[in-house]
T-cell receptor, first 113, second 120 residues
């Protein structure tokens, strides 16, 4: 079945460091891909998305590129801030199938000042 | 615009007791979803309402879980009797009408902050 696998956390970085959170997926066909973020005490928020191969989603300095050949959607940011500390979830929705979002386990990110 | 509201934010109960979680979606959103995250695991789909009707409840773990959405507004999720393995964070999400992919176009899901359930 469809699934999402993302790197285990927690990930701890210093401010201004480069961030990569790996995400790979398995799916029949070509799903839409998402990154959600949950800041402390808040709900899940859509961070960025890509709906077809080679699309790049971007928001708040974060980027992720839909790579069909490697079935990946890695999240990157060139210079993280303390305010980026949160839990990040990679997710997919398969086109023309049931409309459930399939999430990864989440990666907790700690940014040290 | 108010977001998706869930309460309680945290509930601690003993095994065998009953808990009811509530979700108030964004006004006018026909789609309402419940998801659950058990500690350290994926966020998993529980069920989907379209207005007051259950569109898909294939993710409900067993008959100890009962979800309702009377009048197509707020929804409740009751766990009775609660077991230890029910502990986790229960998320509610809502989106506008339409059967397109959630998260795409106008059907972007808005999630609540979650209700944390601890069963002792």
């Amino acid at each position: 079945g469809n699934s999402v696998t993302q790197m285990e956390g927690p990930v701890t970085l210093s401010e201004e460091a480069f961030l990569t959170i790996n995400c790979t997926y398995t799916a029949t066909g070509y799903p839409s891909l998402f990154w959600y973020v949950q800041y402390p005490g808040e709900g899940l928020q859509l961070l960025l998305k890509a709906t077809k191969a080679d699309d790049k989603g971007s928001n708040k300095g974060f980027e992720a590129t839909y790579r069909k050949e490697t079935t990946s959607f890695h999240l990157e940011k060139g210079s993280v801030q303390v305010s980026d500390s949160a839990v990040y979830f990679c997710a997919q929705v398969a086109l023309n199938r049931d409309d459930k979002i399939i999430f990864g386990k989440g990666t907790r990110l700690h940014i040290l000042p | 615009e108010a977001g998706v509201t869930q309460f309680p934010s945290h509930s601690v109960i003993e095994k065998g007791q009953t808990v009811t979680l509530r979700c108030d979606p964004i006004s006018g959103h026909d789609n309402l979803y419940w998801y659950r995250r058990v500690m350290g695991k994926e966020i998993k789909f529980l069920l989907h309402f379209v207005k007051e009707s259950k569109q898909d409840e294939s993710g409900m773990p067993n008959n100890r879980f009962l979800a309702e959405r009377t009048g197509g507004t707020y929804s409740t999720l009751k766990v009775q009797p609660a077991e230890l393995e029910d502990s986790g964070v229960y998320f509610c999400a809502s989106s506008q009408e339409g059967s397109v992919q959630p998260g795409v176009g106008a059907n972007v899901l808005t999630f609540g902050a979650g209700s944390r359930l601890t069963v002792l």
